[in-house]
């Protein structure tokens, strides 16, 4: 293949429109010939720059401006090496058809068009840098007030660290797993972080606090793929004197009281 990919991603687009100078043009059409990743992404562009120049306001050409256009048109796609053949690599069926279009339009929307469509480009280009600016800005600032909230439950006096561990009674499938929850009963805050293999295809693992007096409090559903680790923070209702945290096996999506096998358990002592 000659010469490099263009490296410009707007070559395309500008080459589409005929909006390369000379020099440029020739390097362009030297590589694309025997590139097919290149040939693909010029195909990509004349389309865009169809769909552009379709919806663009249609402007009535002069009827000498059209003489002169269609006698350019004619004498170019017919002419060996005439620059709509050089443009069109397919020169049979429907490219024919299409490289006039183009030959015809483009003159007729003139500066405005190019215009239009550059700062189209343009924009979209900043839009699409914008949104992965607000997008990374979200998650950090997400992850900052997780590991600040984190950072404060370890370090409060009154938060318990409580190790849950796997259940003699636990099915087979399930003979390890371990975990770990921070419970802070003043700001009803709580992390769970551990280990469990993946659950059956229906059933979620699901998280409960059992209370000194009531009945236990779901604390989260989760379904671990193999070898991940599983972080929870939930908030629950302050003032719960917890007894124990406890994982059971749920119907998928879980439930609203534990009714499966118990899989992990830490007592608070
Ligand atoms: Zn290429």
């Not at 004349?46 to 306001?57: D, E």
């Not at 371990?178 to 469990?196: C, I, P, S």
């Amino acid at each position: 293949m000659s010469g490099e990919h263009p490296t410009r991603a707007e070559d395309f687009d500008l080459y589409a429109l005929g909006a390369l100078d000379d020099a440029e043009r020739l390097a362009f059409e030297s590589h694309v010939g025997s590139c097919a990743d290149c040939t693909e992404k010029l195909a990509a562009a004349r389309g865009r720059m169809a769909i552009l120049a379709f919806a663009a306001t249609p402007v009535a050409p002069s009827p000498g401006v059209k003489e002169s256009l269609m006698r350019q048109v004619i004498a170019s796609a017919e002419g060996p090496g005439g620059s709509v053949a050089r443009v069109q690599p397919d020169p049979a069926g429907a490219g024919g058809v299409f490289a006039r279009w183009w030959a015809m339009l483009l003159p007729v929307a003139g500066a405005f068009a190019l215009a239009t469509i550059l700062l189209w480009l343009h924009n979209e280009q900043l839009d699409r840098q914008l949104a992965d600016l607000h997008n990374t800005i979200a998650q950090q600032k997400q992850e900052l007030a997780e590991t600040r909230h984190q950072a404060d439950l370890i370090a409060a006096r009154e938060t318990l660290v409580i190790p849950l561990s796997a259940q003699k009674g636990a099915p087979e499938d399930h003979p390890e797993g371990h975990a770990r929850v921070l419970y802070n009963a003043k700001e009803g805050m709580m992390t769970y972080d551990g280990w469990l293999p993946a659950a059956p295809a229906d059933k979620s693992y699901q998280l409960w606090l059992v209370p000194t007096n009531g009945a236990p409090i779901s604390a989260g559903v989760f379904n671990p793929q193999n070898g991940e680790m599983s972080h929870m923070m939930m908030k629950l209702p302050a003032g719960v004197t917890a007894k124990e945290f406890a994982v059971s096996l749920e119907p998928a999506g879980g439930m609203p009281h534990p009714t499966g096998p118990m899989i992990l358990l830490g007592p608070i002592t």
